[in-house]
Structure formats: structure tokens, C-alpha cells
């Protein structure tokens, strides 16, 4: 039996570069219909389909537009080991410099800012005193 191309939710977040609770919460708005066969457990959807979806909801003319030099927040809490909420914090405060229009920030920018970030001590805790 020949596989039918297609890629699951997750695969399509990595694909465009977003999160894959957006691709959950496209795929219900556009109602997106999986192909007939599963990988696993989960569904599969016609590349196609969904690069003309993506296409029409964000205007993005190539479904992979970012290369090795953007990265989103949730990348960069990836790479770099840090939560999601601190990436966002610092790209907030602006330390990875301006956005692109599409939620990346130059992989130089923030190489070079995560390099040099200052680092807090977590507090050590003193052993209480035995009686």
C-alpha cells in the first residue's frame, strides 16, 4: 500500500514555524479534513490543502520562510533551555532586538544576547539547625 503524503499537527508547526496550539486552533476555524489514514495515533493532513489555508490566514507566500537566521520564541526557549515565558519576557524588553512581522528575531541577536545576559544565583537554602 503506497503512503499518501501528509504531516501531522506537530509536523505542521514545525513546517510553518508556530506553536502547535495554533495549528489545533487553525485546523478547527478552517476545519481542516484529515486524510482517511492515521500515522499512529494521530491524523494526517494534505500538505496542499494546508499551505493554501496557512497561505490565505497569514499571507506567507512560501510555507517555510524562515531559515537558520529567524527564530521564533518558542525556538529560542528550545535551544536556548530557558521557559517559553522567558523568551517571551526578553523579546518583550526588546533584548533580541525588533520582530520581523512574523514573530522571529535574528538568530545573531539573540546568540549574542543570551551569551552575555547576566545570570542569577538561585539562593541556597540553609540546613536547619539540628537539635
Known amino acids: 500500500?503506497?503512503?499518501?503524503?501528509?504531516?501531522?499537527?506537530?509536523e505542521l508547526a514545525d513546517r510553518y514555524?508556530?506553536?502547535?496550539?495554533?495549528?489545533n486552533r487553525w485546523a478547527e476555524e478552517d476545519e481542516w479534513q484529515p486524510l482517511p489514514d492515521k500515522r499512529g495515533a494521530e491524523y494526517e493532513y494534505d500538505t496542499d490543502v494546508t499551505d493554501a489555508a496557512v497561505k490565505a490566514r497569514t499571507g506567507r507566500e512560501d510555507p517555510v520562510p524562515i531559515g537558520h537566521s529567524q527564530?521564533?520564541?518558542a525556538e529560542i526557549a528550545r535551544?536556548?533551555?530557558?521557559?517559553?515565558q522567558t523568551a517571551k519576557d526578553y523579546a518583550r524588553r526588546g533584548h533580541f532586538g525588533t520582530e520581523d512581522g512574523e514573530g522571529c528575531f535574528s538568530a545573531a541577536k539573540?546568540?549574542?544576547?543570551?551569551?552575555?545576559?547576566?545570570?542569577?544565583r538561585k539562593a541556597e537554602t540553609a540546613e536547619p539547625a539540628s537539635s
Do not use: F, K
Open 71 to 73: 527564530l521564533t520564541r
Open 17 to 23: 514555524h508556530v506553536s502547535l496550539r495554533t495549528i
Open 110 to 120: 539573540v546568540a549574542d544576547y543570551m551569551a552575555n545576559r547576566r545570570r542569577y
Open 79 to 84: 535551544v536556548y533551555g530557558v521557559s517559553y
Open 1 to 10: 500500500m503506497a503512503h499518501r503524503p501528509g504531516m501531522t499537527r506537530r
